[in-house]
């Protein structure tokens, strides 16, 4: 079922934002730091970039290389095998020719999003989440963007990133997801109202209400039983099952034993 909340216009801005922000991260590494191992298990840093080139290739319709990934300890699932296979595809290209790559599809595809109408932003397609809205999927790549360049950074000791921008939008496509990760992965009781402070670079509270279908609320009109607190970085560290994910940096309010719980289960992309 489609998001009423996306917007589509904000996540096509976030995403060219964060397009750049990416470009100007990844040339600005040396030979060394480009390929060195990541914070992602099986993959280097180069290996990011080219997960971000295959999807925005996939995107403007380029074929999916073909390639037997199946047996690569790191992949566990199809949507595993479908980015290593573009992994697969870009292994041999060194520095500059894979920013090349880079440069090459994000023009490409930043053309094809400067034609799209409002209706075409609206229309139906298959997404990483199921089916939804093109605009929605524009909101998931900002996500996916956003959380490899704060990858990139972790791996290599620098600080988080600083675009607000497509942080914001990369929030907003996460808070969707917290009814599902509440009730399902951090198993909070029906009844449960669950409050999450976002500080840092994003400051935002989004509040879930769990009972017979969790969902969002309003926050200033919640009341929780539980509230965490967490730096927007740290955060998108643990809904990533990151290396460098720490529960403990979460404060809880509130139901102690409850907090401690979900901070050790926010954990839920693929």
């Known amino acids: 079922m489609a998001d009423p909340a996306v917007d589509a216009a904000a996540a096509v801005a976030a995403l060219a934002q964060e397009w750049a922000a990416l470009r ?7 030979d060394a730091r480009f390929a060195a191992a990541s ?22 319709g380029r074929r999916v290389p073909e390639y037997d990934v199946a047996g690569r300890a790191h992949v566990h699932n199809p949507i ?5 296979k573009w992994i697969a595809q870009f292994a041999s290209q060194d520095r500059v020719g894979l920013l090349a790559e880079f440069d090459a599809v994000i ?52 600080a988080p990133p600083t675009t607000a921008g497509p942080a914001t939008v990369a929030v907003d ?39 017979e279908r969790a969902r969002l609320v309003p926050a200033d009109q919640a009341e929780p039983d539980v509230a965490l607190t967490v730096d927007t970085a740290q955060f998108f560290r ?5 290396r460098d994910a720490d529960p403990s940096a979460v404060a809880i309010a509130g ?6 719980q979900i901070a050790d289960h926010l954990a839920y992309t693929i």
Request: proline share 4%; net charge negative; with cysteine.
């Open 255 to 260: 139901d102690d034993a409850l907090g401690r």
């Open 80 to 84: 595993g095998e479908l980015n290593e």
């Open 107 to 158: 023009a490409e595809r930043s053309a094809a999003l400067a034609t799209m109408t409002d209706a075409d932003l609206a229309a139906e397609t298959m997404t990483p989440a199921g089916p939804d809205t093109y605009g929605r999927f524009m909101r998931i790549r900002v996500f996916d963007c956003w959380i490899h360049e704060l990858d990139v950074r972790d791996g290599l000791g620098l």
């Open 238 to 242: 643990l809904i990533g099952g990151r």
């Open 173 to 211: 496509e996460a808070s969707a997801s917290l009814p599902y990760v509440m009730a399902k992965r951090a198993g909070v009781p029906a009844g449960t109202t669950v409050l999450v402070e976002l500080t840092g670079l994003v400051s935002r509270s989004i509040a879930v209400s769990v009972a």
């Open 39 to 60: 914070v992602l298990p099986g993959w280097r840093n180069a290996d990011i970039l080219a997960h971000v080139i295959g999807t925005e290739s996939l995107l403007a």
């Open 24 to 30: 100007e991260l990844f040339g600005s590494l040396d």
